[in-house]
């Protein structure tokens, strides 16, 4: 019974190797992309909180049409 865990407990170096391999050239691959969608999420969540100031104002000045 206790034969069947040495597989999982000491995985063979060539597997490790490919797998970091892998990990390591999707980082690199990727790494430009995540960039950019970080860079639009950060610029939709400025828009937003200035259309929301922008529209607060807006409802203050003119505060008997609402």
């Given at each position: ?18 797998f970091y391999c892998r990990l390591r050239?999707l980082d690199t691959s990727e790494k ?13 969540g400025i828009l937003l909180v200035f ?16």
């Amino acid at each position: 019974m206790g034969s069947i865990f040495i597989f999982f407990l000491y995985p063979s170096r060539f597997f490790l190797h490919l797998f970091y391999c892998r990990l390591r050239r999707l980082d690199t691959s990727e790494k430009w992309c995540r960039r950019s969608t970080m860079s639009m999420v950060v610029f939709a969540g400025i828009l937003l909180v200035f259309l929301l100031l922008g529209y607060l104002i807006y409802a203050l000045v003119n505060a008997e049409t609402f």
